[in-house]
């Protein structure tokens, strides 16, 4: 069972445009990371999101953390090749069992 | 400083066979996590390791599943029987601590079993 439900699950976007992933979750969780993954490798940690409401901001990369802890959002302004990827929330629950969770994934893809 | 180092990076194996994968974390790591994922989907939580000792390994199949992390350091993830339905990769991430602190994945032992 997936706690955290990422949408979308495929996007395609023009170089340029700007783009919003979400994570979604009925849970409250402690934390929540934003992990990049490319093929072959292994997921690399973006940022990490602990208060609820707080917005971080990674160059083109806009994070943020719902009020209740339940839901994330990942905003990329002008998006470039680059940012082309498998984009994955993942979240420790606040039940105490410390069980780092991902989320279903979004794949996205910049077109030149 | 290297990184978490998996081995080998591809594995095909006939079904029923048995296979291992290795798994070396970035060192003074105490948690070790081996996840199971499958094409275009997020990782799934296999086992988790603090030190040598397992603490959650709920989800691990362990008809035909095995892991260990003897000495608290490295881990062995064994699979017997593979079945068709184990082709994924396989990864092992590794952290300071728990509870929401920064895992480091390896790149990943991608299984195929035919």
């Known amino acids: 069972t997936q706690l955290l439900e990422q949408s979308p699950q495929f996007l395609s976007i023009q170089e340029g445009e700007n783009l919003t992933v979400y994570c979604n979750s009925s849970?409250?969780?402690?934390?929540l990371q934003w992990y990049r993954q490319e093929p072959g490798e292994g997921p690399v940690l973006l940022v990490t999101?602990?208060?609820?409401?707080e917005v971080k901001k990674l160059k083109r990369l806009t994070f943020q953390f719902g009020d209740a802890r339940k839901d994330s959002s990942l905003h990329i302004t002008a998006a470039q090749p680059g940012d082309t990827g498998l984009y994955l929330c993942?979240?420790?629950?606040?039940?105490?069992?410390?069980?780092?969770?991902f989320g279903t994934g979004t794949r996205l893809t910049i077109i030149p | 400083e290297a990184g978490v180092v998996q081995s080998p990076r591809y594995k095909i194996i006939e079904k029923k066979q048995p296979v291992a994968f290795w798994c070396n974390p970035i060192s003074g790591h105490n948690t070790l996590y081996w996840y199971l994922q499958n094409l275009g989907q997020g990782p799934e939580l296999l086992i988790r390791?603090?030190?040598?000792?397992?603490?959650?390994d709920s989800q691990l199949p362990k008809d035909r599943f095995s892991a260990e992390r003897l000495k608290g350091v490295d881990s062995t993830l064994k699979i017997q029987p593979a079945e068709l339905g184990d082709s994924a990769v396989y990864l092992c991430?590794?952290?300071f601590g728990t509870g929401g602190t920064e895992a480091f994945f390896g790149q990943g032992t991608r299984l195929t079993v035919v």
């Open positions: 991430a590794s952290s």
């Open positions: 999101v602990v208060t609820g409401g």
């Open positions: 993942a979240g420790d629950p606040a039940s105490g069992n410390e069980k780092l969770t």
């Open positions: 390791y603090e030190n040598e000792e397992a603490v959650d």
């Open positions: 849970s409250v969780f402690s934390s």
